[in-house]
């Protein structure tokens, strides 16, 4: 099963570089990671918001697959406690063989067009983090998700 973190812009923050690297490293012991960054629009200060989501939507569209389960991570998405996204996740990952990717937009959101293609939302907070901290904090969940499965001692609970 390949998991895929689809972003839009790319990950500019040496911080969060920097983690992003630790926890593919460490994500490469349980699933085949990848973080595939989708180029910034440029000149977008003659297209209003509608139209920036639009055009970000498109290039997303362009980079899935037919039978990708595809993952927005959205504010108004499902929220869950550690131990309960470990859980979906090991029931996803027991029924299905599509590629699991889970997608990061850009400061508008999603298109229609991208919330029609995907399969379900995920919160990570009812607070709002950069599109840049996101991509961290949720690769810390994903591995943390993978040690809980396992039940290795990464998580306390």
């Not at 630790?22 to 085949?32: E, G, N, T, V």
């Not at 969940?141 to 609970?157: D, S, V, W």
């Amino acid at each position: 099963m390949k998991i895929t973190l689809l972003t839009v812009g790319r990950t500019d923050v040496d911080w969060v570089r920097e983690g992003l690297d630790l926890y593919r490293s460490r994500l490469d012991h349980y699933a085949p990671f990848s973080i595939v960054e989708i180029p910034q629009l440029k000149g977008t200060s003659s297209l209003s918001r509608d139209q920036i989501r639009e055009k970000e939507g498109e290039a997303i569209l362009k980079r899935l697959g037919d039978s990708d389960h595809v993952i927005l991570l959205d504010e108004r998405g499902k929220e869950y406690r550690s131990v309960e996204f470990a859980s979906a996740l090991e029931a996803f990952l027991s029924r299905s063989s599509s590629a699991l990717v889970f997608v990061v937009g850009g400061a508008y959101g999603f298109s229609k067009a991208v919330y029609d293609r995907a399969d379900g939302k995920l919160s990570l907070s009812k607070m709002t983090f950069s599109h840049q901290m996101v991509r961290v904090v949720f690769a810390e969940q994903l591995y943390r998700a993978f040690t809980i499965i396992r039940g290795e001692p990464y998580h306390n609970e």
